[in-house]
């Protein structure tokens, strides 16, 4: 992927390029981009015109027999007129470089393999002039380049417990990172005085308690990729002006995606791709983390339904610690994928389809689950809805289904013998539905820039009652008691900072929606909003990468929690004062 970083505040993609190797690993040269591409060997990329990037050729790493196809390319590294690629051969533990003849540089010429005899697969390498510095495992080597068909070992220092997994160069020092995967291990940054070759020395070394992934350095201040068991991967600013005091500036989050979440009484449950957070509403303190995949769920009656794949898992949602499985279901229905769930115990229903599978004919389904005994969920009935469906709700006995512009109501009061009776077509795709409660019988449906009330107290003929146009796109509604939240992907807020809205909407009268206004989250929240859930006058929303956002009505300010992070009380991350 190539992007225009000339306002990094707006990073723009210019163009891509497909490819089915791994890539390990780029140089960039002029016009054209050098890639250790695993098995594949090394791949050369024309770039000059960045929408269409062009793949010239791909040249094999042979072994040292010369014989090809035994290789994996995992680093590569231009020095002068030549490409070192760096690899190991199915043969030996150590790594080996592969010098190319760039003098047509297009067209790489294989002209010698050096066996540095370096116990190391992987290793992290930095170039300064016609000296290259690599780090692996415990040691630091010192490499001559100067003649790349010559390449040879001219220092090594070997630091015990410094496990070292990156490097960076600034004057004539080397930043190292250290994994400490062992309990004597340092986590942290080693400077070290690479100025004498042949006696490299251990300067300074900051202890920041996190495994470091990837580092950089700018002048004398080192960027860090770091991560621990106890809180999220994070980027860390370190100064080293003073080599022998490396001097922490500050670290930010490096969260995963929080794509769902679900909200009741005392109860917050957070969902990433591959676990879920159980929190505390009062003050967002972690209870405990589930690995799980998540597709979609929704929490009723203090358990969670979640849904992945082809599972329904049924949680316990009172737990004060990890959120417990109580049961799952998992039936062989062959291509179908299960992909929205929506709950009113003792029935839940599960949307199923086998959208995407090109070996099995389309099909949507909603499946209606005896879930009265949560370790075994039974499967009472199916039926069949037109297209693929993405969104539903339930009330009583009907199951509403998001079906692109159109919604059907699912009748469901014989769970054996679910039966399709009929809906009505929206002027848009459905964004998003909420029920405002089992009592009230109301539906609001997000479409457009529109949030649209109706009246499905009469099964037979639901109709819309009210409505209200927003200022932008809505991307995530839920309703609460006589109060709905809502999100926007609001472009004109971009240049002020923002990229999205959030605002609270009164549903006291669903025949006349009044909006109680919002605020603008910040711009680090650069992707839409999908999922909202609203506790009181507080709302929940699931910001992707940034992580947790929680907002309060009517008071203008946000706090921001970020997952994962430790199992300990946290207090807000950001505050706005419009």
Same mark, same amino acid.
């Given at each position: 992927?190539?992007?225009?970083?000339?306002?990094?505040?707006?990073?723009? #993609?210019?163009?891509?390029?497909?490819?089915?190797?791994?890539?390990?690993?780029?140089?960039?040269?002029?016009?054209?981009?050098?890639?250790?591409?695993?098995?594949?060997?090394?791949?050369? =990329?024309?770039?000059?015109?960045?929408?269409?990037?062009?793949?010239?050729?791909?040249?094999?790493?042979?072994?040292?027999?010369?014989?090809?196809?035994?290789?994996?390319?995992?680093?590569?590294?231009?020095? *002068?007129?030549?490409?070192?690629?760096?690899?190991?051969?199915?043969?030996?533990?150590?790594?080996?470089?592969?010098?190319?003849?760039?003098?047509? !540089?297009?067209?790489?010429?294989?002209?010698?393999?050096?066996?540095?005899?370096?116990?190391?697969?992987?290793?992290?390498?930095?170039?300064?002039?016609?000296?290259?510095?690599?780090?692996?495992?415990?040691?630091?080597?010192?490499?001559? =380049?100067?003649?790349?068909?010559?390449?040879?070992?001219?220092?090594?220092?070997?630091?015990?417990?410094?496990?070292?997994?990156?490097?960076?160069?600034?004057?004539?020092?080397?930043?190292?990172?250290?994994?400490?995967?062992?309990?004597?291990?340092?986590?942290?940054?080693?400077?070290?005085?690479?100025?004498?070759?042949?006696?490299?020395?251990?300067? *300074?070394?900051?202890?920041?308690?996190?495994?470091?992934?990837?580092?950089?350095?700018i002048g004398s201040t080192a960027f860090v990729v770091d991560n621990s068991f106890t809180a999220p991967?994070?980027?860390?600013? =370190?100064?080293?002006?003073?080599?022998?005091?490396?001097?922490?500036? *500050?670290?930010?989050?490096?969260?995963?995606?929080?794509?769902?979440?679900?909200?009741?009484?005392?109860?917050?449950?957070?969902?990433?791709?591959?676990?879920?957070?159980?929190?505390?509403?009062?003050?967002?303190?972690?209870?405990?983390?589930?690995?799980? !995949?998540?597709?979609?769920?929704?929490?009723?009656?203090?358990?969670?339904?979640?849904?992945?794949?082809?599972?329904?898992?049924?949680?316990?949602?009172?737990?004060?610690?990890?959120?417990?499985?109580?049961?799952?279901?998992?039936?062989?229905?062959?291509?179908?994928?299960?992909?929205? =769930?929506?709950?009113?115990?003792?029935?839940?229903?599960?949307?199923?389809?086998?959208?995407?599978?090109?070996?099995?004919?389309?099909?949507?389904?909603?499946?209606?689950?005896?879930?009265?005994?949560?370790?075994k969920p039974t499967i009472l009935g199916r039926v069949e809805v037109p297209s693929a469906a993405g969104?539903?709700?339930?009330?009583?006995?009907?199951?509403?289904?998001?079906?692109?512009?159109?919604?059907?109501?699912?009748?469901?009061?014989?769970?054996?013998?679910?039966?399709?009776?009929?809906?009505?077509?929206?002027?848009?795709?459905?964004?998003?539905?909420?029920?405002?409660?089992?009592?009230?019988?109301?539906?609001?449906?997000?479409?457009?820039?529109?949030?649209?009330?109706?009246?499905?107290?009469?099964?037979?003929?639901?109709?819309? #009652?009210?409505?209200?146009?927003?200022?932008? !796109?809505?991307?995530?509604?839920?309703?609460?008691?006589?109060?709905?939240?809502?999100?926007?992907?609001? $472009?004109?807020?971009?240049?002020?900072?923002?990229?999205?809205?959030?605002?609270?909407?009164?549903?006291?009268? $669903?025949?006349?929606?009044?909006?109680?206004?919002?605020?603008?989250?910040?711009?680090?929240?650069?992707?839409?909003?999908?999922?909202?859930?609203?506790?009181?006058?507080?709302?929940?929303?699931?910001?992707?990468?940034?992580?947790?956002?929680?907002?309060?009505?009517?008071?203008?300010?946000?706090?921001?929690?970020?997952?994962?992070?430790?199992?300990?009380?946290?207090?807000?991350?950001?505050?706005?004062?419009?």
């Amino acid at each position: 992927m190539i992007l225009d970083i000339r306002d990094p505040a707006k990073p723009q #993609v210019l163009g891509n390029l497909r490819t089915v190797s791994s890539i390990y690993n780029l140089e960039v040269a002029s016009d054209l981009v050098y890639i250790a591409a695993g098995t594949a060997g090394l791949r050369v =990329v024309d770039v000059h015109d960045p929408a269409q990037p062009l793949s010239l050729t791909t040249v094999p790493i042979p072994d040292r027999d010369l014989e090809e196809n035994v290789t994996r390319a995992r680093h590569v590294q231009i020095v *002068g007129r030549h490409a070192l690629v760096f690899f190991s051969d199915e043969y030996s533990a150590d790594n080996l470089a592969a010098v190319f003849d760039l003098s047509e !540089p297009s067209l790489p010429r294989h002209v010698a393999i050096v066996d540095l005899e370096i116990p190391c697969r992987n290793p992290s390498i930095a170039l300064a002039g016609t000296m290259l510095y690599m780090v692996c495992n415990y040691q630091l080597y010192a490499l001559d =380049v100067s003649n790349p068909e010559f390449t040879r070992i001219v220092g090594q220092a070997r630091f015990p417990n410094i496990s070292a997994t990156g490097i960076a160069l600034f004057g004539k020092y080397a930043v190292i990172g250290s994994s400490g995967y062992m309990p004597q291990e340092g986590l942290g940054i080693a400077v070290v005085d690479i100025s004498q070759y042949e006696a490299m020395k251990l300067v *300074g070394f900051l202890e920041t308690r996190a495994g470091t992934e990837s580092l950089s350095a700018i002048g004398s201040t080192a960027f860090v990729v770091d991560n621990s068991f106890t809180a999220p991967d994070g980027l860390r600013q =370190v100064d080293i002006s003073n080599p022998a005091m490396p001097r922490d500036q *500050g670290r930010v989050d490096w969260i995963g995606s929080v794509t769902k979440i679900a909200a009741s009484g005392s109860r917050i449950i957070a969902a990433e791709q591959n676990s879920i957070w159980s929190l505390l509403s009062k003050d967002l303190s972690a209870l405990g983390r589930l690995g799980l !995949p998540v597709g979609r769920m929704v929490l009723a009656a203090e358990k969670v339904y979640v849904v992945e794949y082809q599972g329904l898992h049924i949680l316990d949602g009172r737990s004060d610690g990890t959120p417990a499985q109580l049961g799952e279901l998992m039936p062989d229905l062959p291509g179908l994928r299960f992909v929205g =769930v929506a709950a009113s115990p003792p029935l839940a229903y599960v949307l199923a389809t086998t959208a995407g599978n090109r070996n099995v004919e389309e099909t949507t389904q909603v499946i209606v689950v005896d879930v009265s005994e949560p370790a075994k969920p039974t499967i009472l009935g199916r039926v069949e809805v037109p297209s693929a469906a993405g969104r539903l709700v339930s009330w009583r006995q009907r199951v509403l289904v998001a079906i692109g512009p159109r919604i059907r109501m699912i009748d469901v009061s014989k769970p054996a013998l679910p039966l399709d009776v009929g809906g009505w077509t929206m002027a848009a795709d459905v964004k998003a539905m909420a029920l405002a409660s089992d009592d009230d019988g109301y539906i609001f449906v997000a479409v457009g820039n529109q949030v649209r009330s109706f009246d499905i107290r009469d099964a037979d003929q639901p109709h819309e #009652v009210g409505f209200i146009t927003l200022p932008a !796109p809505v991307t995530a509604l839920d309703v609460g008691d006589g109060r709905a939240v809502v999100t926007l992907a609001h $472009p004109a807020l971009v240049d002020r900072g923002f990229a999205n809205e959030v605002r609270f909407l009164s549903t006291q009268d $669903p025949a006349n929606l009044t909006d109680l206004g919002g605020l603008g989250l910040p711009s680090v929240v650069g992707t839409p909003i999908e999922h909202a859930r609203l506790l009181g006058d507080i709302a929940y929303l699931a910001a992707g990468p940034v992580g947790l956002l929680v907002v309060q009505a009517p008071r203008d300010w946000v706090s921001q929690l970020s997952l994962p992070f430790a199992l300990a009380p946290r207090g807000a991350g950001i505050s706005l004062d419009r």
